[in-house]
């Protein structure tokens, strides 16, 4: 017996505007019931790639299938997916309740149906108390919530989500991460999150998939791409700090800050120290280059009492779990932004 079909499959996908490649011989399949990220800094093309699946955006070549139908050519009506956008477009003068059901109305719903099909979303995302208040009234995490809810209304097999929280602040991003992932995962339905952010790729997805202009350059689970990036480019792109590039080689050494333990070895020198949410950053000088690391309020306490100018730590780097990468680093290119900061 076959397996079933992907929910989402691309095939060498293209896009080219004028002389530039937005999306250059892109394939990747989407599991049935799955929630895979695409990862990417501004300007990579990720936001074109969804457009195309979305049916919004008409490739220069390449294959979009759907549950095993080729969907290429055909118009975002007649795609049967679910889309919630950057900047959810709820409309204004329609009721919580009516937004949700446009969905299926558009799909020709019986206007009873579809208020039922609505009702179900809502009380799925917990809005149910809020169908009768219209867009103006909720806080931007409610919008988010009523965005989703409209996409899960038309019984969609697949959600296109574009950077469903980058319009939130960054208390309420990290609170709806976890909400956003309970969510898709009681749905059922597959799902294609377009990311900047790697904290949000990493806590909602199974899978990410890292997108460098306009090609992919690595796909796995979320814990196996930050624990193993293919690149040096993709560490850095993912927050890896230590890396440092291995004259002639071509490579380029990674250090996890696993790699890094406290404690033991011999005492560096500290030369930095910056205080941050949730503990310290601090820069020590050690032979294989400036490593820096986060200490938690309890580790800090490693560097009381000393005076800044001898301040020291004993650290010892593990070889075994360091990593030894092909260095794609252009020199030309700018330094990939740090988790959370980059545009979308």
């Known amino acids: 017996m076959s397996s079933p079909a992907p929910a989402l499959s691309i095939q060498r996908l293209s896009k080219h505007y004028g002389q530039t490649a937005a999306v250059n011989d892109f394939s990747l399949d989407v599991a049935n019931g799955e929630t895979l990220a695409l990862l990417g800094p501004s300007g990579c093309g990720k936001s074109t790639l969804l457009r195309m699946v979305a049916g919004l955006e008409r490739p220069d070549s390449g294959q979009i299938r759907m549950a095993g139908q080729d969907v290429t050519r055909e118009p975002p009506e007649a ?15 329609l009721s919580v309740l009516d937004n949700v059901a446009y969905g299926p109305r558009m799909r020709r719903v019986p206007r009873a149906e579809a208020q039922r099909c609505a009702q179900e979303a809502l009380a799925l995302v917990d809005l149910s108390a809020l169908a009768a208040r219209r867009p103006d009234e909720l806080s931007g995490g409610q919008q988010q919530r009523v965005a989703v809810a409209r996409a899960l209304a038309t019984g969609a097999g697949l959600l296109l989500l574009d950077e469903p929280l980058s319009n939130l602040d960054e208390k ?25 952010d790697q904290r949000e790729a990493l806590a909602v997805a199974q899978r990410v998939a890292v997108m460098r202009a306009g090609q992919l350059v690595q ?11 293919a690149t040096a480019w993709v560490a850095a792109f993912l927050g ?25 070895g011999d005492p560096w020198p500290v030369t ?29 306490q490693l560097l009381e009492g000393v005076p800044a100018s001898g301040l020291q730590l004993r650290l010892q780097v593990d070889e075994a779990t360091t990593l030894l990468l092909p260095d794609d680093r252009a020199s030309d290119e700018p330094a990939p932004a740090s988790p959370g900061t980059a545009a979308g």
């Open 240 to 264: 890896h700090s230590n890396i440092f590039a291995l004259p002639g080689t071509g490579q380029a050494r990674v250090i996890p800050e696993q790699a890094l333990r406290l404690g033991a």
């Open 172 to 196: 309420l991003r990290h609170e709806l991460r976890g909400e956003l992932k309970t969510l898709l995962a009681q749905t059922r339905a597959a799902a294609l999150l377009v990311t900047h």
């Open 79 to 93: 795609r049967g997916v679910g889309m919630v956008f950057q900047d959810y477009a709820l409309f204004p003068h």
């Open 272 to 300: 930095r120290t910056q205080l941050t949410d949730s503990g310290q950053e601090v820069t020590v000088r050690h032979p294989l280059g400036r490593l820096k690391l986060h200490l938690s309020p309890r580790e800090s």
């Open 219 to 229: 796909v796995d689970s979320a814990a196996e791409l930050f624990a193993r990036p």
